[in-house]
């Protein structure tokens, strides 16, 4: 035996155990912490990422850039001059207001219908999953002129609803539901039944199971489906030009203002109400991950 008091025993290359140094007050030496290598891109994913962050740069960093570089040059000035002006602040009112809305019923009416798309059995199920995607395929003007013909002065289901508040709400729901449904649908695809078949035969109810098992998965998938769903919104022209009549203060939207700023010359309050609107997607988007952070914390 090897008399070791207090000290940790090591063992040789050749077998043998000494005793190692002491610790102080007989407690156990520290274990040697591991060092993660900083950098772990080899030669080949590095100029893929260069690549990638050239690209990426060139389509959407640089211009986002040079629109706030043109909306800066002005001062605050310029934006207190755009936002003090009555009919854009209706416009930016009536814009996201109605992306808030519409995104928080696509974030339950999509999850529905991916539920049902993927836990279901049904006669059309393979048809349904191919129209959820007809918005992404169709031209948004066109979508607008199929919504005029269903709500519009000669509608056949008697809703005239053109030309009205409740307009600029239908095209915006029409243009964005398949984010949130082709979002949360893979993650319950690989979703596995049998952690909720075990909570429940633990004593767990429907609400518990939904509370702390499906929805704390599908938080992430929500999430990202509702950034989309909001940026669509907030952005849309093509389907409210011929729905909502684009009236001053009633049913005009920021992209429309946006347009109507260009074409009388006057680029600087456009870019500076382009970079307002971009903040305010901005500021949604991190809002909805640290609330998908903390559900999914919970469960």
Do not use: C
């Not at 709500?151 to 289901?157: D, L, T």
């Not at 769903?229 to 093509?238: P, W």
């Not at 456009?270 to 997607?281: I, Q």
């Amino acid at each position: 035996m090897t008399p070791s008091v207090g000290g940790a025993l090591l063992e040789g290359p050749n077998g043998s155990v000494s005793a190692g140094p002491a610790s102080p007050e007989g407690r156990r030496p520290r274990r040697a912490r591991r060092s993660t290598p900083r950098n772990t891109l080899t030669r080949g994913a590095g100029l893929g990422l260069g690549i990638a962050m050239l690209w990426f740069s060139l389509l959407v960093l640089i211009p986002l850039a040079a629109v706030v570089a043109a909306a800066a040059e002005g001062g605050w000035g310029r934006y207190l001059s755009v936002l003090g002006n009555s009919q854009t602040w209706a416009a930016v009112t009536l814009t996201v207001t109605q992306s808030l809305l519409v995104t928080l019923v696509n974030i339950v009416m999509g999850t529905i219908i991916a539920w049902v798309l993927v836990r279901d059995s049904f006669p059309g199920k393979s048809v349904l999953n191919v129209i959820i995607d007809v918005p992404f395929a169709l031209p948004t003007i066109v979508a607008g002129l199929v919504l005029l013909s269903l709500y519009g002065p000669n509608s056949p289901m008697g809703l005239h609803w053109a030309f009205t508040e409740k307009s600029v709400f239908l095209a915006l729901a029409f243009v964005t539901l398949p984010f949130i449904v082709r979002t949360v649908q893979p993650v319950l695809e690989e979703l596995e039944a049998d952690v909720e078949e075990a909570a429940a035969s633990l004593g767990a109810t429907r609400f518990t199971v939904l509370r702390r098992i499906i929805l704390p998965s599908l938080a992430p998938a929500i999430a990202a489906g509702a950034a989309l769903s909001f940026a669509r919104a907030i952005s849309e022209y093509g389907s409210l030009v011929l729905l909502s009549g684009n009236r001053p203060y009633s049913t005009e939207v920021v992209s429309v203002r946006v347009l109507t700023f260009i074409e009388n010359g006057n680029t600087a309050s456009a870019a500076a109400l382009a970079s307002v609107m971009l903040f305010v997607a901005l500021v949604v988007i991190v809002a909805l991950d640290i609330v998908q952070r903390r559900v999914s914390r919970r469960g």
